[in-house]
């Protein structure tokens, strides 16, 4: 079953998204509309844009499109969370899926393949992996890599993109990145397309930080190679 994991980021500066996009690397699906835009890496960036006053201003959903809506809702009605079925203009059926401690995830069908240098990775923070790990395997998504200590967890979908679980005191969502290729490059080739950004060291790996339209800092990881506290889950 095809599987593609979808960030959503709600920005009332649609078009400084998409060129910051477009500079890491990300391909526009199609021509970008007044409203709604998608972005391809590995996986898919969609900007929506809202008001600069709406609440949603500068916040990330975590989507997925799948084939089979149906078999997706029935992976998911028996799990601890709440299950609810809408229709969305211009999207159809759409389920939302909502947990005890408030974080939602979404999905519609449309899964297709999107591949890139860039891995679209938002990132999950709630209270336990045992929350999150089951609603994304119903989901379709399959284990990647873990923590030791349990504080991290990520999963791939097959058709493209991820999703991460990060261990917090509250549930929340933000979008993230995962780059393969030279930090220090893709830094160099951002400061050429006017973007400010540092590449810092952190204790898995280094990570590229880049100032998004909202004037907050997104996180592009490198991809773990160091494998000293994690674990590799997809062996095999």
Do not use: C
């Not at 095809?2 to 709600?10: G, H, R």
């Not at 999107?114 to 994304?136: H, K, N, S």
């Not at 998504?141 to 791939?156: A, H, K, Y």
Request: no cysteine; net charge negative.
């Amino acid at each position: 079953m095809a599987v593609t994991v979808q960030a959503i980021q709600y920005t009332a500066h649609p078009a400084q998204w998409r060129e910051l996009a477009v500079a890491l690397g990300l391909v526009p699906a199609f021509d970008p509309g007044e409203v709604w835009s998608e972005l391809d890496g590995d996986g898919i960036l969609a900007v929506h844009k809202v008001d600069a006053a709406d609440p949603l201003a500068g916040t990330t959903d975590i989507h997925v499109l799948v084939d089979d809506l149906d078999a997706t809702e029935a992976a998911l009605v028996p799990l601890a969370v709440s299950v609810m079925r809408t229709t969305v203009d211009e999207v159809g059926p759409l389920l939302t899926a909502t947990t005890s401690t408030g974080a939602k995830v979404s999905a519609s069908t449309g899964a297709r393949t999107a591949a890139g240098e860039i891995l679209v990775q938002p990132i999950w923070y709630d209270t336990d992996a045992g929350i999150v790990r089951p609603i994304l395997q119903a989901l379709g998504l399959r284990p990647r890599i873990g923590s030791d200590s349990g504080t991290w967890l990520d999963f791939v979908a097959p058709g493209g993109g991820s999703v991460a679980f990060h261990a917090a005191s509250e549930a929340g969502t933000v979008l993230g990145m995962e780059y393969t290729g030279d930090l220090d490059a893709l830094a160099r080739r951002l400061a050429a397309s006017g973007h400010s950004s540092e590449v810092v060291d952190e204790a898995y790996n280094r990570t590229l930080l880049v100032e998004t339209p909202e004037g907050t800092s997104l996180w592009i990881n490198g991809r773990i190679t160091d494998m000293y506290g994690y674990r590799r889950l997809d062996a095999g």
